[in-house]
C-alpha cells in the first residue's frame, strides 16, 4: 500500500464538520493546535456554507506542515474550470499540502453519481491556462463506494475516500484499487461506554445517512438488510461508529489499517453545539500519535 505520492498524511488525521460553524479566529487556534499535537492531516466537508477551497486554502495558511484535504469539495458547487484555477493555485503556494478531494455530494435529481463525475474530470483535464505552473504537482482523491466509482478513483486520480462505512467495505475497496492507490477512510467515533446512551446517539447521527437514497444503496451494498437500514440495528449502528473507551475506539480504528486503509481520518461526534472536540482530539493524539511523532 501508498500514500499519495509527496506527501505524508500520517496513518490517523482529524476529520470534523465543527469547523462549518466556527469563525476564523477560532479556527485558526484549533488547527494550530492540532498540528502543534503532531496531527498531519486535517478534512474538512463541504456542506452548509463554506467554500471548500477558499476553506482550505485560510487552513494552509494558518499552518506550516498540516495537510488540508477536501473531504469532499462537491463537484455541483463549482465549475471544473474555477475548481482546476483554485486547485492550481493551492498547489503553487502550499506545495504537498493540499488534497482536492471531489464528491458527487447532494447531486441533482436524474443524475447518474459516476457519469457526473467522469463528465467532470473530463473537463478538468481538458483545461488550459496561462498561469504559472504550480511548484509542486495537484493531488486529487474521489469520494467512491461502489466498484465503478472506486475503479474511475483508482484510473483517473490519486485514490478514494470513504464515508461512513464498515471494515469489510475496507477490504473489498483496497482489492478493487490494487496495491497502489491511497484509500482513505473516515470514520465516526463517539466516548460514550454506556450501550443505550451511545447507540442512541449513534443514531441520532446516522438519521440522516440511513434515509437518503444514495445512503440506503451504500449500506445494501455493504450487506446490511432493509431491518438494519430503516430501524438503524445495532448491527449498522455498531458498524458505522465505533463507541467506547479510548482504548476500545483505537483497536476498532486500527482494524481499517489491517484491512487495506493507508489512512483514517477520525470524526468524533457527540459533541454538544458551540463546544469543541478538542479535549477529544488531544486524546487521541496522545495515543495515535506516541511522543509527538506524526502516526
Not at 484549533?30 to 498540528?35: C, H, V
Not at 463541504?46 to 469539495?73: D, F, P, Q, V, W
Request: charged content about 20%; glycine content about 10%; hydrophobic content about 40%.
Amino acid at each position: 500500500m501508498n500514500g499519495i505520492a509527496g506527501l505524508n498524511l500520517g496513518t490517523f488525521g482529524v476529520w470534523t464538520f465543527d469547523f462549518e460553524g466556527q469563525p476564523a479566529a477560532q479556527m485558526r487556534e484549533s488547527i494550530q493546535e492540532l498540528e502543534e499535537q503532531g496531527w498531519r492531516a486535517f478534512w474538512i466537508p463541504e456542506l452548509t456554507g463554506r467554500e471548500a477551497l477558499t476553506h482550505a486554502g485560510y487552513l494552509l495558511s494558518c499552518t506550516k506542515k498540516m495537510h488540508i484535504i477536501n473531504g469532499i469539495a462537491q463537484i455541483w458547487s463549482r465549475e471544473a474550470r474555477s475548481t482546476y484555477g483554485a486547485s492550481l493555485l493551492l498547489a503553487d503556494a502550499y506545495p504537498n499540502r493540499h488534497v482536492l478531494g471531489l464528491g458527487f455530494g447532494g447531486g441533482r435529481p436524474g443524475t447518474k453519481p459516476l457519469a457526473a463525475m467522469i463528465d467532470y474530470l473530463d473537463e478538468i483535464d481538458a483545461l488550459e491556462t496561462s498561469n504559472p505552473a504550480p511548484r509542486a504537482s495537484m493531488h486529487r482523491i474521489l469520494a467512491a463506494y461502489g466498484p465503478k466509482m472506486l475503479e474511475l478513483a483508482r484510473d483517473r486520480s490519486d485514490g478514494a475516500h470513504t464515508y461512513h462505512v464498515n471494515v469489510a467495505h475496507t477490504a473489498q475497496a483496497r482489492e478493487i484499487l490494487g496495491p497502489e492507490a491511497f484509500l482513505g477512510v473516515e470514520h465516526a467515533v463517539l466516548f460514550e461506554s454506556d450501550p443505550d446512551r451511545a447507540r442512541a446517539a449513534a443514531r441520532e447521527h446516522l438519521h440522516v445517512y440511513l434515509t437518503t437514497k444514495y445512503n440506503i444503496a451504500k449500506f445494501r451494498r455493504l450487506g446490511y438488510s432493509e431491518d438494519d437500514i430503516a430501524r438503524g440495528s445495532d448491527r449498522i449502528v455498531d458498524d458505522l461508529v465505533f463507541w467506547g473507551d479510548l482504548d476500545t475506539i483505537i483497536e476498532k480504528l486500527r482494524a481499517h489499517i489491517a484491512a487495506g486503509a493507508d489512512h483514517v481520518g477520525v470524526q468524533v461526534i457527540g459533541i454538544e453545539p458551540g463546544q469543541s472536540a478538542m479535549p477529544y482530539w488531544r486524546m487521541l493524539g496522545d495515543a495515535l500519535l506516541p511522543r509527538g511523532v506524526s502516526a
